[in-house]
């Protein structure tokens, strides 16, 4: 099974900061790869698809990009509404594999 | 607009099974692959496995085999995941999701399962 191992795995972030979450693929998944968000008691809802691909009403400061097996979730100015657990997918092989999440908290 | 309506939670004894259903609406229900996700307290989100409903073909998690079992009924557009010989590990929320274009773009609300004598 593709191993995916997203860090941090919680992180304290201020209103307007950037944050970048990260996810390492155990092996070679191409753009095989998305992002997902989710708040308190809800599901999680698709941010960012084939790596790099913004899903339709997903604000603009969401972004994502790859170097190799490393994989990007960037926020460019964390607004109030964006805390939550943020979670990365491997689409490459099945099983498909979840990153362990990241919560992101408002300082 | 896509939608994805899941049964309500329930409550089952160890050892017995349960059947959940996920209703799809706003799309061709036949077209794409529906997958199912657990999740439980506290954790991240696996993978259990997907169904095609044009065909019935499944695949599967090797995790789960023998736990769940997907089925569908094409004349509601409902999917159904039937998980038997329950144990407290069983003891989740549990996701239906629909394998778009882009990935898992569209889910279910979730059915909680508590695994409790």
């Known amino acids: 099974d593709i191993q995916m191992t997203q860090s941090p795995a919680s992180l304290s972030a201020s209103l307007e900061e950037i944050v970048t979450i990260t996810c390492q693929a155990s092996?070679?998944?191409?753009?095989?790869l998305a992002w997902y968000q989710q708040k308190p008691g809800k599901s999680p809802q698709l941010l960012i698809y084939g790596a790099t691909s913004l899903a339709d009403g997903v604000p603009s400061r969401f972004s994502g990009s790859r170097s190799g097996t490393q994989y990007s979730l960037k926020i460019s100015r964390l607004q109030v509404e964006d805390p939550g657990i943020y979670y990365c997918?491997?689409?490459?092989?099945?099983?498909?594999?979840f990153g362990g999440g990241t919560k992101l908290e408002l300082k | 607009q896509v939608k994805l309506l899941q049964s309500g939670a329930a409550l089952v004894k160890p050892g017995a099974s349960v059947k959940m259903s996920c209703k799809a609406s706003?799309?061709?229900?036949?077209?794409?692959?529906v997958s199912w996700v657990k999740q439980s307290h506290g954790k991240s989100l696996e993978w259990i496995g997907e169904?095609?409903?044009?065909?019935?073909?499944?695949n599967f998690n090797e995790k789960f085999k023998g736990k769940a079992t997907l089925t569908v009924d094409k004349s509601t557009s409902t999917a159904y995941m039937e998980l038997s010989r329950l144990t407290s590990e069983d003891s989740a929320i549990y996701y239906c999701?629909?394998?778009?274009?882009?990935?898992?773009?569209?889910w279910g609300q979730g059915v909680m399962v508590t695994v409790s004598s």
């Open positions: 997918l491997q689409g490459y092989s099945a099983p498909w594999t």
């Open positions: 999701t629909r394998a778009g274009d882009s990935g898992f773009d569209y």
């Open positions: 169904i095609y409903p044009n065909s019935g073909a499944t």
């Open positions: 706003g799309y061709t229900f036949t077209d794409y692959w």
């Open positions: 092996q070679d998944i191409g753009n095989w």
